[in-house]
């Protein structure tokens, strides 16, 4: 089992800069990802980045790449997952949910292949949402 606590998010104008900060805790014991959805009114739910803890590979989707940075740190046996969020453009508007879930080496590769995060938006650990709104 595993609790995800995110914080941050806001509003912001476009170029600018916000950092969303994901707590997790519980069972991290196996290969595990986390990573960051969003979700806009209106379409669907998409993964945009995510992290491999063991080895601290990161993973994006083309949209973010270049502008958003995954990274993390572990304190008290708790991992604090990061998603830094630099020249957001008013397309980035959305609900940002952090997730987590154990991820293969073939589903990290495949994912890798395909331009995905490992994580399937099936998965059973979810943060609570922030929303994130960038005004042009």
């Known amino acids: 089992q595993l609790e995800l606590v995110e914080s941050g998010g806001g509003s912001v104008q476009a170029g600018g800069s916000l950092k969303l900060s994901c707590v997790v805790s519980g069972d991290t014991y196996g290969p595990t990802c986390v990573g960051w959805f969003r979700q806009a009114p209106g379409k669907e739910r998409e993964g945009v980045a995510a992290?491999?803890?063991?080895?601290?590979?990161?993973?994006?989707v083309e949209a973010v790449k270049g502008r958003f940075t995954v990274s993390q740190e572990t304190a008290n046996a708790k991992t604090t997952v990061y998603l830094q969020m630099n020249s957001l453009k008013p397309e980035d508007t959305a609900m940002y949910y952090c997730?987590?879930?154990?991820?293969?080496?073939?589903?990290?590769?495949?994912?890798?292949?395909?331009?995905?995060?490992?994580?399937?938006?099936?998965?059973?650990?979810w943060g609570q949402g922030t929303q994130v709104t960038v005004s042009s």
């Open positions: 992290i491999f803890t063991r080895e601290n590979i990161t993973y994006y």
């Open positions: 997730a987590a879930d154990s991820c293969t080496l073939v589903q990290r590769v495949v994912a890798g292949r395909q331009g995905k995060i490992p994580i399937s938006p099936e998965t059973n650990y």
